[in-house]
T-cell receptor, first 113, second 114 residues
């Protein structure tokens, strides 16, 4: 699996956009970018995923660079409940033997009042 | 995710004891996973199963075994627990039919081995 690099921590003011970067310079052509988050020792929660195009859902937006070597997760209006560790993961979905998410240390996002 | 449950939620045991952690899901998913998490680190995959007859080792399977008793149940066993197996354990599920690897996690089991 390709490795990802994320800053260990970030701060964001409540109500502002949180932009979390991720580098995945060795990503393969068929690997997707996934984002999960983990709130204080709870089970991780899926946020969003993408392959090439930018994606948006009710939780966040995912911006993937054209060369796919990096991406940014955007929480448009961060709230205190968004304080969590955010994991950027690259993975090939639904292939035998490749069905696994490799979690790094992630980015600890703290949303401040 | 309330559709994925783990029992027990907390367990303290002694070195050498056999421990079983259980995971049940009502999501109807065919794939199930066991992870462990150590303080300050990400999750590491122990075992995973694509269906009832399929068991696969993950990154750190030594010292663990699993049983997929039914589509909805996936148990993790520590045959002889040791202190460095003290960790937070998560079960997860995913659905082959969704076509992408969105996993749904249980609330976790905090295991302490003395």
């Amino acid at each position: 699996d390709a490795k990802t690099t994320q800053p260990p921590s970030m701060d964001c003011a409540e109500g502002r956009a949180a932009n979390l970067p991720c580098n995945h310079s060795t990503i393969s052509g068929n690997e997707y970018v996934y984002w999960y988050r983990q709130i204080h020792s709870q089970g991780p929660q899926y946020i969003i995923h993408g392959l090439k195009n930018n994606e948006t859902n009710e939780m966040a937006s995912l911006i993937i660079t054209e060369d796919r070597k990096s991406s940014t997760l955007i929480l448009p209006h961060a709230t205190l409940r968004d304080t969590a560790v955010y994991y950027c993961i690259v993975s090939v979905p639904s292939e035998g033997g490749s069905e696994k998410l490799v979690f790094g240390k992630g980015t600890k996002l703290t949303v401040n009042p | 995710d309330a559709d994925v449950t783990q029992t027990p939620r907390n367990r303290i045991t002694k070195t050498g004891k056999r421990i079983m952690l259980e995971c049940s899901q009502t999501k109807g998913h065919d794939r199930m996973y066991w992870y462990r998490q150590d303080p300050g680190l990400g999750l590491r995959l122990i075992y995973y199963s694509f269906d009832v007859k399929d068991i696969n080792k993950g990154e750190i399977s030594d010292g663990y075994s699993v049983s997929r008793q039914a589509q909805a149940k996936f148990s993790l066993s520590l045959e002889s627990a040791i202190p460095n197996q003290t960790a937070l354990y998560f079960c997860a599920t995913s659905d082959l039919g969704r076509g992408h690897n969105e996993q749904f996690f249980g609330p976790g089991t905090r295991l302490t081995v003395l």
